[in-house]
């Protein structure tokens, strides 16, 4: 196995290229650092490399790279220049990807308990055994009907694969995904309005951008691709980036200019802002009067309450520059509205995403270029399998059964979730949930209570299609393929869930290539070709015979039932909910005398999700303090780097604080994806001995990282019954007090 070391990470002193640093084979292939020649280091260092296209799977974006592969091995990962959507930029978790796939605390081989569930004592066992005793168990479960419930928790997107077509006939399960959960009030939002599952604001044209509780500098579901056409607007167009947030994120401190709103308080400003615009006859009549559900006057009859001078009151930002946004906004055009999960997050969180729609339409930015696009991506053809709303502890809970079979796939909800120590209780309670099984690469914080871990293969070592909204209108599709041998017994996701299937229903035959090859028979332009050797070489597809397009509502009308835009949801109505865009007052007040604060979590750009063991993110960032403004911070008695404790519901952390002016007043704000309890040394800062020197060098440990994800108050969105994490108040008291 080639070793990724700090040694040489260090020697080839190649930081922009982070994945190329090698172990065993140093010599063989960099020996054009110790001779002189006509070429460059860089150039010799690379000429035996060949370079294998795939996508990134380390987060939502879905990136197109290049894999540098010697020998068989995985060496290091590149951007692919001629990708679509990132044009050869990549992130560090893109990177440290290499540390997920040669990580020496990885699970190789399948694993059963030896004793309670929980006691983290483990042994191997064959595939077969696992495979004959889980069919076993499913067979049992089918005969039992309804009784109890065959639950699949899959916490990755690997695109378009045959896994949802083999759970729905094996099945079919109650499914829970992790990253529908996530985007559900963002996707109810859009789906109400549009008709459609998201949008895409097309910054790269853009003039004036206003940017409500987003973090695109740091994290978006379409990070890299974004924020590279975010900055060349900023640097080609001049365009003005005006941002509102709680927090001096990395994107708000990068702005033009930042307001600090008041918690929970977005909504006010947002339709103080439409308010002003239609006061001011700066909207776009024509194309509400032709492509909404409501009239201009209609409109400004909902939004008679929202004057900038309650948006103030509520919110803290100046009524001269609730105005000003306005005027700007629908003047300096194109222009654009987005949020992001500081605003879809919170118990309004449909709502938030619907005001901002409303925004962009009343300056008629819907589809055009530098406005609110459409999303243009390819479909593929997979049984739907619908995903619940609500996690295991509410399936338990509220409907008072067990769950027969419980199998979750990249998923670690007893760390991710606020609900997260209800879970643990409940896979400790072999009555409530006889069997579990998890597909994943480590021992998380939940897979601990499993009675059987199955090694998944990583991205690196796996088949998929995937296609996300194109940034630049065009739809393309991205092959991901194997860069090296999965290493041990792993398997892939689809490849564990065929060997189920073969063994309990006749005619499920297992090829991940053929329905690729078959998912691209189905493209136009495609037909007739060998589409899988096409992608195979290139990375990805798209049909030249197609250019960027705007407006594609003129053609049919939008997907909704009027075929227009839905500013008025009619649906909402009809379920006793306001069908239009509400702000209701924050019922959460933080009492600052008694120490009562706002909680607001935050991801860095070097947390990976599904990669916290990574040696080179984890020495990057292992430490969480919690933000809190000086002034605040002064009232309490609190002084740089003190220990204090943060307690909710009934539960407490200790953290050490980092005063600043970068939060409001009313805030802490502090980073998640730290403070793991399983996983690996690496993630939990101790050294080891292993095969990877490195691990032997880790200096950080994890003394100032902290575990924040059970501190927050788990709510409920009130349109989609998504979750909304972005309300929880918490009460600060010096350690020891």
């Given at each position: ?273 439409c308010k002003t615009i239609l006061e001011r006859g ?231 290539k053929g329905f690729i090859q078959a998912q691209l ?217």
């Open positions: 196995m080639t070793l990724l070391t700090r040694r040489v990470f260090l020697r080839t002193g190649v930081l922009g290229a982070a994945g190329l640093a090698l172990g065993s084979q140093l010599d063989k292939l960099l020996y054009a650092f110790e001779k002189d020649g006509d070429l460059y280091s860089f150039q010799r260092a690379i000429r035996p490399f060949t370079l294998i296209p795939s996508v990134c799977f380390q987060c939502q974006a879905g990136c197109g790279l290049l894999g540098m592969v010697v020998d068989g091995e995985l060496i290091g990962v590149l951007g692919n220049p001629r990708y679509p959507n990132n044009k050869g930029g990549l992130c560090a978790r893109a990177i440290a990807g290499v540390n997920l796939a040669y990580d020496p605390e990885r699970i190789l081989f399948p694993l059963k308990r030896k004793r309670e569930r929980g006691g983290n004592q483990w042994e191997r066992m064959s595939w077969q055994e696992a495979i004959r005793e889980i069919s076993s168990r499913l067979v049992e479960l089918r005969s039992k009907g309804q009784n109890q419930r065959f639950v699949v928790q899959m916490g990755a997107d690997d695109g378009a694969t045959p896994a949802k077509n083999i759970l729905k006939k094996i099945g079919p399960p109650t499914l829970i995904d992790d990253l529908y959960l996530r985007d559900l009030n963002r996707m109810k939002a859009h789906e109400l309005v549009l008709g459609e599952e998201g949008g895409v604001a097309d910054v790269a044209h853009s003039q004036t951008i206003l940017n409500f509780g987003s973090n695109p500098y740091e994290s978006h579901e379409s990070y890299i691709p974004f924020i590279q056409r975010l900055i060349s607007a900023r640097i080609n167009n001049h365009a003005k980036l005006i941002t509102f947030d709680v927090r001096l994120s990395n994107t708000a401190g990068r702005s033009d200019e930042w307001y600090p709103v008041r918690p929970g308080t977005d909504m006010a400003v947002i339709l103080a802002i700066l909207v776009d009549r024509a194309f509400l009067t032709q492509w909404t559900n409501l009239s201009p006057d209609q409109i400004l009859s909902y939004l008679a309450p929202y004057t900038p001078q309650m948006a103030e009151k509520e919110s803290g930002v100046p009524v001269k520059e609730i105005i000003k946004v306005a005027n700007d906004f629908a003047t300096f055009k194109p222009s654009v509205a987005f949020c992001g999960s500081g605003l879809t997050h919170q118990r309004s969180g449909t709502y938030h995403q619907m005001a901002i729609l409303l925004l962009n339409a009343l300056v008629g930015n819907i589809d055009q270029k530098g406005g609110y696009g459409l999303p243009k991506r390819v479909r593929f053809e997979e049984h739907d399998v619908p995903s619940n709303v609500s996690g295991i502890d509410h399936l338990i809970d509220e409907e008072n059964r067990s769950i027969g079979f419980y199998l979750t796939y990249l998923s670690n909800p007893v760390y991710a979730d606020p609900s997260g120590k209800r879970m643990e209780e409940i896979l400790k309670d072999e009555k409530l949930i006889p069997f579990y099984v998890a597909a994943d690469t480590h021992i998380t914080e939940t897979s601990l209570f499993a009675d059987m871990i199955l090694p998944v293969a990583t991205h690196f070592e796996s088949w998929g299609l995937d296609s996300r909204p194109a940034m630049d209108r065009i739809p393309y599709i991205g092959l991901r393929q194997p860069l090296m041998k999965p290493r041990g017994e792993t398997v892939s996701f689809s490849h564990l869930l065929g060997m189920i299937g073969k063994r309990i229903e006749k005619g499920i035959e297992l090829d991940e028979k189905r493209i136009r332009g495609l037909e007739g070709t060998d589409g899988i050797k096409r992608l195979e070489k290139e990375g990805f597809w798209m049909d030249p015979n197609l250019s960027p397009s705007y407006e594609s509502y003129r053609q049919s009308g939008f997907k909704t039932p009027s075929r227009k835009m839905e500013l008025y949801a009619s649906r909402l109505k009809k379920e006793g909910l306001s069908p239009f865009p509400a702000y209701k007052e924050n019922d959460k007040k933080a009492n600052l005398n008694n120490g009562e604060l706002f909680l607001t979590p935050f991801s860095k750009n070097v947390t990976a999700r599904y990669n916290p063991n990574s040696k080179w993110l984890s020495e990057i960032y292992h430490e969480n303090p919690l933000w809190i403004n000086e002034k605040t911070a002064k009232s309490l008695g609190l002084a740089e780097g003190e220990k204090v404790e943060i307690h909710s519901k009934g539960m407490k952390a200790t953290v050490y604080v980092h005063l600043t002016q970068s939060v409001h007043p009313e805030v802490v704000a502090i980073g998640r994806d730290l403070g793991h309890w399983a996983y690996g040394h690496v993630a939990k800062g101790k050294k080891f001995k292993s095969q990877d020197p490195d691990t032997s060098l880790i200096w950080w440990d994890n003394g100032k990282s902290v575990h924040v994800n059970w501190l927050i108050q788990e709510e409920k969105d009130r349109v989609s019954g998504g979750l909304s994490v972005m309300s929880t108040v918490v009460k600060i008291k010096k350690s020891g007090g």
